[in-house]
């Protein structure tokens, strides 16, 4: 029964999410029928002592990064620079690799560490550009952001600075380059069956007769037309958050150590205020990073940008805010969902598959797909079951680096169902819906599955890492 219960309420979720209902609403409402059901007692203490602490947990530490990357976005957009760098790419490579442009320039980012929310944010405006004057439909827009900065670059490179190449170190006691070889392979094979299903998307609507279409919501406001910002200038901001996000990652730990302790004094005997940096430091680049970018926009275009820099912030700030809510609703999802028992079944169940490597993937993506999170549900999954896939591993000679590299990639694979906050703050910052764009996210999303296990058989064949 409580194993009907959890896949009742992710179900529920997922079709609540894919017909745009709001997941701030239904997310709790999800995640505490399984309780009333099975310990109605517990309802009360488990929504506010562990969704409400794991939501709100969640806008403590990224609801700035949100609000940052929103901002950033609208400046590039109102600069005019999101317009000038799509006519430069345009005139570059074309308007037959419109969508290669996209990817390329959503990997750089990611693979820069810009956070992957903020990616979507910076990169939507000029991504919308190069479609309308490619007159490729706006609905294969997700599909594509999310091929550059949801899969690849996010857990198969080595030296990928995403969150979900970071968790397995303290598990495994291994580094961002592990198993090069094995995310090199992953991120090829990603790469190249992606853009060709997107361009054979993108194909089947030219033969249609279909373009980029008219009457979107969301859709970015035109930069001014004369004069035409320069693409070096208009590439300014968008590197520097690249650049300064590496450098504040360097910097901070070597100023602040481990951990960071002040006396907020006005509370005159209140304890010190202490905070891990090892922790929360890559956060406090971020914005810093973000900031600097923003401010570069400021200088480079203050006489386009003033004008319309109040409403401009104000509509980023409320798309900001509705999007943090919803990855934050889903985080507080998964927390509860992963005190049930019911899934704790699933768990012990994914343990009986014999092979080491494919026990663990299974066990990865499925509780990231529960979870609807890639780094939620790596996070339990090597929580829970990390002894046992190093013990299995060991009995099988199989390398460290080897266990990292599964699981990162496996992570990212189907933790992008339908009620993946990524995938719903995706889609509402580009103004579309899970109708429209998301059998191209779930296209990618099976291409990156598919990968875990190109990779787990190019190891078994060949001992390659």
């Known amino acids: 029964m409580s194993l009907i219960l959890v896949l009742a309420a992710l179900i529920f979720l997922m079709v609540v999410a894919y017909r745009g209902y709001s997941v701030i609403l239904f997310a709790p409402i999800a995640a505490m029928v399984p309780v009333l059901l099975t310990a109605p007692e517990l309802v009360p203490p488990m929504f506010t002592g562990l969704y409400m602490e794991k939501l709100v947990g969640f806008l403590k530490l990224y609801l700035p990064v949100f609000i940052l990357g929103a901002v950033l976005g609208k400046v590039i957009e109102l600069s005019g620079f999101s317009r000038s760098i799509a006519a430069a790419v345009i005139s570059i490579v074309g308007s037959q690799r419109t969508i290669l442009s996209i990817v390329a320039v959503c990997a750089l980012l990611t693979y820069g560490g810009v956070s992957l929310f903020v990616v979507v944010f910076a990169v939507y405006p000029f991504a919308a550009d190069l479609f309308r004057q490619a007159d490729i439909p706006k609905r294969l827009i ?64 030219m033969a249609a007769g279909e373009g980029y279409g008219s009457n979107h919501s969301n859709e970015p406001e035109s930069g001014i037309e004369d004069p035409r910002v320069h ?40 304890p010190n205020v202490v905070q891990d940096v090892s922790k929360i430091g890559a956060i406090w680049a971020v914005e810093g990073a973000l900031l600097v970018g923003i401010l570069s926009v400021l200088v480079l275009a203050w006489r386009t940008v003033r004008p319309r820099f109040i409403d401009g912030a104000k509509s980023a700030v409320s798309g900001a805010l509705l ?36 026990n663990e993937a299974v066990s990865v993506t499925v509780l990231a797909g529960v979870t609807g999170s890639a780094s939620g549900g790596m996070s339990i999954a090597l929580a829970a079951l990390s002894e046992t896939f190093i013990s299995n591993a060991q009995a099988a000679n199989i390398p460290m680096a080897v266990l990292h590299r599964v699981a990162a990639m496996a992570s990212g694979g189907m933790d992008t169902l339908p009620h993946n906050g990524a995938v719903i703050t995706l889609l509402m910052v580009t103004g579309l819906t899970h109708r429209q764009s998301y059998q191209d996210i779930f296209a990618v999303t099976i291409i990156k599955t598919v990968a875990v296990f190109v990779v787990i058989a190019a190891y078994s064949l060949t001992g390659l890492v």
């Open 142 to 205: 997700p599909g594509t952001i999310a091929l550059g900065a949801f899969t690849f670059t996010m857990d198969c490179l080595p030296g990928s600075p995403q969150i979900q190449n970071i968790i397995p170190i303290a598990f495994f006691k291994t580094n961002i380059y592990a198993a090069p070889w094995l995310g090199l392979l992953g991120a090829v094979f990603i790469l190249t069956l992606g853009l060709i299903y997107l361009d054979w998307r993108r194909r089947q609507a």
């Open 323 to 358: 999007a943090a809510a919803n990855t934050a609703s889903e985080y507080g999802f998964g927390a509860v969902i992963a005190s049930l028992t019911g899934f704790r079944i699933i768990a012990d169940t994914l343990q009986e598959i014999p092979n080491p490597l494919v």
């Open 231 to 270: 693409p070096a200038i208009a590439f300014v901001p968008l590197l520097l958050v690249g650049i300064t996000n590496k450098a504040f990652a360097v910097a901070i730990p070597q100023i602040y150590g481990e951990t960071s302790s002040f006396s907020p004094a006005v509370m005159g005997n209140a």
